[in-house]
């Protein structure tokens, strides 16, 4: 007899047996009322007894046809359903032994070898169910694509009691292939039609239309757009106008590959258009596919049209999936020939400065000579203006021990260290950020969080990782350095700035360290600003003393010249592995010595530093090191960068470096 059959049986004898009791009960009261009844009663209760008995065990009998006919049924039910589920299913063990196939799936995969995916998927399985501590059962959910087909497959892992022992192969998977082909499909048609925005803008729109006359600007424009027209046409896309030099492009997001494969080829074509007194025009342009809405997309853009502009212009980026994609900006950047922006910037800075109690100056870790002479440069501003300030900086750094020697009796009060500039900055401080814009990479990342009132003065090209929150930015990335920055903002100051004679030096020292004495990255601009701080009294001979190496430093630097390893016949590799103070130093000082050697366009050179691999990184121009250390999480210029390379050995920081070398020329082609 079944559990259950026993269970409705031990239940009608158990009302039985108390319908007896009473009975028994009911005749020994009749009995002792009238004795007659006595032998009656014995006979009518032994005669009840036999009829109970034969009742119950017909009732029994009856009880368990009836159970044994529905569990038949139930049973019956549960297997045909199973055999004609909707769905393909299987019944395995981990081991590889196939129990059972529903029709379904004979029928579904009849013309596919589906052994190869059951293999590939039961070693999924048993991964997922060796992490398990005490796996007993547990639901099983996966993705897989069978032919054409994307299925999603769910089901459970039972143990089984084969032993006591755990094996992989004591787990039974009951698995339904549930085909979602045609729902995948819906979604990436879902996906493909999100809008995407772009934004087109001529960089240098203002330059160029004053230099030609009116019927030259007539047909510059209409080629302009008709190269615009003809490069959206294969996307399908909407082309408005809203401003003179600005164009807003929509389009659905699957064109996004196209353009990707494409390389924006329009901003070489632009360029052809126009050649007078070696003039170019250039494009920016800002793609976006970020937002829960249009509106949310189109803002999307606008930031990533501000990390072109502050990368210099002629290039363009994707703004996808949280992280910036970045095209063309293989060229110098052009030089602007207003300063109509450096006289707004250093009015909106003095203002700043007056509603502020403090002013805090931070450059970038290890701090070079630029750093230091620009945050000098903002600290005599600001000093004209009688604020409180402060110089966040390092005054170990080795690169600049040989200048701090000559500060530290008249600026010992206002360089501090990271503990005590977080104590003296509060909201109500202004943090000035200069020669970096990197959150990152900043002195005191700390210090970010401590005020919102942050202003950027930088010149390199634009990074991922910018500060978003900053209310004065000035970036210019066709600027030398961020000491010629600081020196136009200075002379456009409404304050009366007499520079001293330190303070001075510490800028032309920052312009001639980031030009390599006037060669690289040197606009007429460069020189206003050498020209202007030369009559505030520099001594170039003494500024020419701070970059001298001494003998020691310069054997060091020629045996990392003479180890060097040429790749592509131009670009120059070698490494210094001790581990000290001036490793970056070094660094750069051997990366710039490799470029004086004749077919050398492009060198790197990777030191050991702690917990790190630090990467120097020069060029004449030819070759774009900005771009090939970008990729491995550093920035800087076209001519002059640098990266830092966390846990890797030398080596390994070595052939990743080469690697995103011929990454670099692969785009290119």
Not at 24 to 33: A, Q, V
Not at 361 to 367: A, E, F, L, V
Not at 551 to 579: C, G, M, N, W
Not at 621 to 638: R, Y
Request: hydrophobic fraction near 40%; proline fraction near 1%; charged fraction near 30%.
């Amino acid at each position: 007899m079944s559990g259950n059959n026993r269970k409705l049986f031990d239940s009608l004898v158990s009302r039985t047996k108390i319908y007896l009791v009473i009975i028994f009960i009911l005749l020994i009261l009749l009995s002792y009322i009238k004795p007659i009844m006595i032998i009656p009663s014995i006979i009518i209760y032994i005669l009840i007894l036999i009829y109970t008995y034969f009742a119950n065990n017909k009732r029994k009998s009856e009880i368990s046809e009836q159970l044994q006919d529905l569990t038949l049924t139930v049973d019956s039910a549960a297997k045909t359903s199973l055999i004609n589920a909707p769905f393909p299913l299987i019944i395995l063990e981990t081991d590889g032994n196939i129990v059972w196939k529903s029709s379904k799936f004979i029928t579904e995969f009849a013309n596919i070898d589906i052994n190869s995916y059951i293999s590939d998927l039961i070693i999924d399985i048993k991964n997922d169910i060796e992490k398990e501590e005490n796996p007993k059962k547990k639901s099983i959910v996966k993705k897989i694509e069978i032919g054409k087909k994307k299925y999603k497959i769910q089901g459970e892992f039972v143990k089984t009691k084969k032993s006591e022992r755990r094996k992989i192969s004591e787990y039974m998977l009951v698995l339904y292939f549930i085909d979602e082909t045609e729902k995948y499909e819906l979604t990436v048609e879902n996906q493909n039609k999100k809008t995407c925005v772009g934004i087109i803008m001529i960089d240098n729109y203002e330059e160029v239309i004053q230099r030609l006359d009116t019927e030259e600007k007539t047909q510059l424009m209409a080629k302009l757009e008709s190269c615009i027209y003809e490069w959206i046409n294969d996307t399908n896309g909407i082309l408005i106008k809203p401003e003179r030099d600005t164009y807003i492009y929509v389009f659905e997001q699957r064109n996004l590959e196209k353009i990707k494969e494409d390389k924006f080829t329009i901003l070489d074509t632009v360029k052809e258009l126009v050649r007078k007194d070696r003039m170019q025009l250039t494009l920016s342009i800002a793609i976006s596919n970020e937002g829960e809405n249009d509106k949310e997309v189109y803002k999307s853009a606008l930031s990533a049209m501000d990390v072109i502009l502050g990368r210099g212009g002629d290039q363009a980026v994707i703004r996808e999936d949280g992280k910036y994609h970045f095209f063309g900006g293989k060229v110098e950047e052009v030089e602007k020939r207003t300063k109509v922006k450096a006289r707004i910037v250093a009015h909106a800075l003095e203002e700043l400065m007056a509603e502020c109690q403090k002013v805090v100056i931070m450059g970038h870790t290890n701090p070079d000579i630029d750093a230091m002479g620009s945050a000098l440069g903002i600290y005599r501003l600001a000093k004209s203006l009688n604020k409180e300030i402060y110089i966040v900086t390092d005054i170990q750094s080795a690169s600049i021990k040989e200048f701090l020697d000559n500060t530290q009796e008249d600026y010992s009060e206002v360089f501090i260290n990271k503990e005590l500039a977080i104590n003296k900055t509060d909201d109500e401080t202004l943090l000035v950020i200069v020669d970096t814009h990197k959150r990152t990479y900043v002195e005191q990342p700390e210090l970010l969080e401590k005020t919102s009132k942050i202003v950027i003065i930088d010149h390199h090209r634009r990074s991922a990782d910018y500060i978003e929150k900053s209310i004065l930015t000035f970036q210019e990335v066709y600027a030398s350095s961020a000491s010629e920055l600081v020196t136009e903002l200075i002379q456009y100051a409404q304050a009366d700035v007499e520079l001293k004679t330190l303070e001075a030096e510490a800028l032309y020292a920052g312009i001639m360290m980031d030009t390599k004495n006037f060669t690289f990255k040197t606009g007429v601009r460069t020189f206003e600003a050498a020209a202007y701080l030369r009559r505030c009294g520099v001594d170039i001979i003494k500024v020419k003393k701070w970059f001298q190496s001494d003998l020691e430093s310069y054997k060091k630097i020629a045996e990392i010249v003479k180890e060097a390893e040429v790749i592509r016949d131009s670009i120059a590799i070698s490494t210094y592995e001790e581990q000290e103070n001036e490793t970056s130093l070094i660094c750069a000082k051997a990366a710039d010595e490799l470029l004086t050697i004749g077919n050398i366009t492009a060198s790197f050179v990777l030191g050991t530093m702690e917990n790190q691999i630090c990467i120097s990184g020069r060029s004449i121009g030819d070759i774009n090191v900005q771009m090939i250390l970008e990729k491995l999480g550093g920035g800087g210029h076209i001519t002059l960068a640098g990266a830092q390379l966390e846990n890797k050995t030398i080596e390994e920081a070595k052939q990743e470096l080469k690697d995103k070398i011929e990454e670099y020329f692969a785009e290119k082609e």
